[in-house]
């Protein structure tokens, strides 16, 4: 008879962080502040969208330019996404959003600037910087899912992007407003919206410094008991994060990629948002210059014309709408059915948004309604694509895999801009969509290819 000890009980698994009071009541207080501070971070890219194409042609005079302002913007936020990711790393997700915003801020400034030299360059310059803060707009989605539960991450994540409809619909909307401010004090009409911008991004900045704390990030590693590198705790065999030598942008730009690399469950969520904002922002920023020539108004004499610019702010804000309004819908959507079946969804509506806009450009019911599809679909696919990148990596590599996913994001979107002005010249409006629609179908096919590989973790 032996003489062993009896075996132990099993050892329990570790509860998750996020279930635990402390982390439940810094998730509420982190959803209200960040979702307060969306509201008027918002207002920025909203007025940026609204005249950035119509002020980059009349300020270089040429009508190829009217995609570089919007280039720029989400070229800055490419630029600066794994930055932030980096500087979210090792000091939180506090500091890294509020500087964000005060880069945007300055950008704010530097348009007014650009509006009263006739400066075009100068346009551009702060335009790049705006595209700071709309990049602390998308990681803003998830320094809410650090300390969110899993079953409630597509719902909280969705909230903070809602919050930003407020901000993002006003913004274009700000240029009555705009032109009231500017006249009393005696500038140019159009510089009068991204004063109002700059007010809002200044208040959004002071939000988050004095209002996120705890920190939502610095607290999880707390309670996970990891420090800021991130080491493979205890369970997860075989997989590891990649060392990260230096803190540039390159080094996280490669440590992202391995990390999405390793698992095509998140390869396929970076294909799906990358692919929605890369269609919405290239048919999106077109969309203001195709309505001043329906109108028939050139854009040295847009001006002259405040019922055209009113209605094509109105039509950008419907689009705006339909891309925040509903996000809290697209959440609950997600967390119910799956962020795989959500984000195919939100293909699906950007495709069909496309088919609007291609076969009926000169029907302004049919344009403003396609608008609003497209900001429907990118909401789908954004919301419930960042919840599948959340949900397919353990928490030590989702900063930098999400810093990496912002950057592709942003990316795509630039190079969406960027190609627009071109194809719209060449093909027009309709040709611009057939081409965008194009995209979107090839991009479902690779998700769908890359969500069937045998590695991933995540179905339906």
Same mark, same amino acid.
């Given at each position: ?10 050892? =329990? ?22 979702? #307060?501070?969306?509201?008027? *971070?918002?207002?920025?890219? !909203? @007025?940026?969208?609204? $005249? ?28 600066? *996404?794994?930055? $932030? ?12 959003? %509020? ?7 300055? %950008? ?6 650009? /509006? ?9 310059? !702060? ?8 990049? /602390? ?5 998830? @320094?809410?899912?650090? $300390? ?63 209002? $996120? ?20 705790? @205890? !369970? ?17 730009? #490669? ?12 390869? +396929?969520?970076?294909?799906?948002? @990358? ?23 050139? *854009? ?20 705006? +709408? ?17 962020? /795989? ?31 609003? /599809? ?21 928490? =030590? ?5 999400? %810093? ?55 179905? %339906?």
């Amino acid at each position: 008879m032996s003489d062993a000890p009896p075996p132990g009980p099993a050892a =329990e698994p570790a509860p998750d962080p996020a279930l635990l009071p402390r982390a439940r009541r810094a998730q509420h207080r982190a959803v209200r502040v960040l979702g #307060t501070a969306q509201v008027f *971070s918002g207002l920025g890219n !909203g @007025a940026t969208l609204s $005249l950035g194409s119509i002020l980059a042609v009349d300020l270089s005079g040429a009508e190829s330019s009217a995609g570089l302002a919007n280039t720029a913007m989400t070229l800055g936020s490419a630029a600066v *996404s794994i930055p $932030l990711a980096g500087v979210a790393v090792r000091h939180g997700r506090r500091v890294a959003l %509020g500087l964000g915003l005060a880069a945007g801020l300055l %950008g704010q400034g530097l348009m007014v600037a650009a /509006v009263i030299t006739r400066f075009f360059p100068l346009l551009l310059l !702060g335009a790049f910087l705006v595209g700071f803060a709309a990049a /602390v707009n998308l990681q803003a989605r998830f @320094a809410v899912t650090d $300390l969110s539960e899993p079953r409630h991450r597509g719902r909280d994540l969705s909230v903070v992007v809602w919050a930003v409809t407020v901000g993002a619909v006003l913004g274009p909307n700000m240029v009555g407003p705009g032109a009231v401010l500017a006249g009393w004090l005696g500038i140019h009409a159009h510089a009068g919206p991204f004063l109002i911008s700059a007010a809002g991004m200044a208040v959004g900045a002071a939000i988050i410094l004095a209002g $996120l704390r705890p920190d939502p990030l610095l607290l999880r590693r707390e309670l996970d008991g990891t420090d800021s590198q991130g080491p493979t705790p @205890a !369970g997860h065999p075989g997989r590891s994060v990649p060392h990260r030598r230096g803190t540039g942008w390159a080094a996280g730009w #490669t440590a992202g990629w391995h990390i999405v690399r390793a698992q095509p469950t998140a390869l +396929a969520a970076v294909v799906a948002v @990358a692919s929605a904002h890369a269609a919405m922002v290239g048919l999106m920023s077109m969309t203001p210059l195709h309505l001043q020539h329906e109108a028939g108004v050139a *854009s040295q004499e847009l001006g002259m014309h405040p019922d055209t610019v009113v209605l094509i702010g109105f039509t950008i804000s419907l689009h705006v +709408a339909g891309m925040y309004a509903l996000s809290p819908v697209m959440g609950l959507l997600t967390d119910r059915y799956g962020p /795989v079946r959500v984000a195919g969804a939100g293909l699906g509506l950007l495709l069909a948004a496309a088919g609007l806009t291609g076969l009926f450009p000169h029907v302004h019911a049919a344009v403003v309604v396609g608008l609003v /599809v497209l900001g429907l679909g990118w909401s789908a696919a954004t919301v419930a694509g960042s919840t599948l990148l959340v949900a397919a990596l353990r928490p =030590e590599e989702r900063v930098p895999a999400q %810093g990496f996913s912002d950057a592709v994001m942003s990316l795509a979107g630039a190079i969406g801009s960027l190609a627009a002005g071109p194809l719209m010249g060449g093909l027009g409006f309709a040709g611009l969509s057939a081409v965008l629609g194009a995209v979107v179908v090839l991009c479902g096919i690779g998700m769908g290819v890359l969500i069937r590989r045998p590695s991933s973790p995540v179905r %339906g």
